[in-house]
C-alpha cells in the first residue's frame, strides 16, 4: 500500500434531542452545523470523520437520530465511539445509516485505525475491560504490517488540570503496555478534554481534539471555559507512518455562561 489519507476528528459535540438546546450557553447543534459547514466547503474532501464521543449531552435516540440527519449527505464514511455521555444502547440503531458505520476497525489508506471503548457505566472517568485490551492485542497482532491509529474517548495521559484528570482513563498502563510491543501503533487519539493536547511517548504521539462546542481552559485548577470558538483536528496520515496535524477554529458568536460550576 502506498496511499495517505486525510482524516478528521470531530469530538465532544454534546446534542440534545432538540436542535434549541444549549451547553452553558451555547447552543451545541447550531455549533456543529458551522465546523459541518467548514468540512463541506474543503477542497480535497477528507477520507473519513471520525467522532471520538460524547456525541449527547441528552443521550436518547432522537438525538442520535439528530446527528445522523446532519451527517447524512457527508461525502465520505463517518466512523463513531462512545464517550461517557453517550448510551450505547440508543446509538447503536440510530447511527447505523450511511454514512455513519460502527465498525471498530477503520482501513484508511495505508493505515489501519482500531476504534476502542474507554466508557464505564455511570461513571465520568474511563477504563478500557480486559477484553478490549484482548481484543487490541489480537487485532495488533494479526495486521502488524500497517501504520496503526488508536481512537478512544478518554486520554490515557494527565492534562495538568486536576478536576478533569480525575476523570481520565483509569488504567493507562494497560493500554501502554500493549502499545509497547507493537510498533506499528504511531498514533493515539481522544477527546473528552475539550483542548487540544500532544504528548509523546515511546514513538508514539498522543493528540487530544477540542470540543464541536464549549471549550475547556487548559491547566485550570477547577472547572472554566475558555472563550475560544469550537474546532476540530486536521490528520495527513502519510504512507510511510508519519502524520501531519493542525487544529482548525471555527468563529460563532459565544454566549457562554461562566458563572456555571460544571457542565
Known sequence: MSQSAYLIQLSDLHLFSNSSGTLLGLRTADSLAAILDTLQHQFPPPDA????????QEPCTQTYTNLANALKTFPCP???LPGNHDDPAAMIPALAQPPLRGDRLMSLGA???ILLNSQVEGQVHGALSETTLHWLDDQLSN???????IALH???????APWLDSSRLQNPEALFGILDRHPQVKLVLFGHIHQSFMAERQGVTYLGCPS??????PRAAKFTLEPIGPGFRQLWLEADGTVRTQIQRVTIPLTLDFTSEGY
Not at 470523520?49 to 449527547?56: E, N, V
Open 111 to 113: 493505515w489501519q485505525g
Open 154 to 160: 478518554h486520554p490515557p495521559f494527565r492534562t495538568g
Open 143 to 149: 495486521c502488524s504490517d500497517r501504520p496503526t491509529f
Open 78 to 80: 463517518v466512523y463513531w
Open 212 to 217: 464541536t462546542c464549549i471549550q475547556f481552559l
Open 49 to 56: 470523520l471520525l467522532l471520538t464521543g460524547d456525541l449527547a
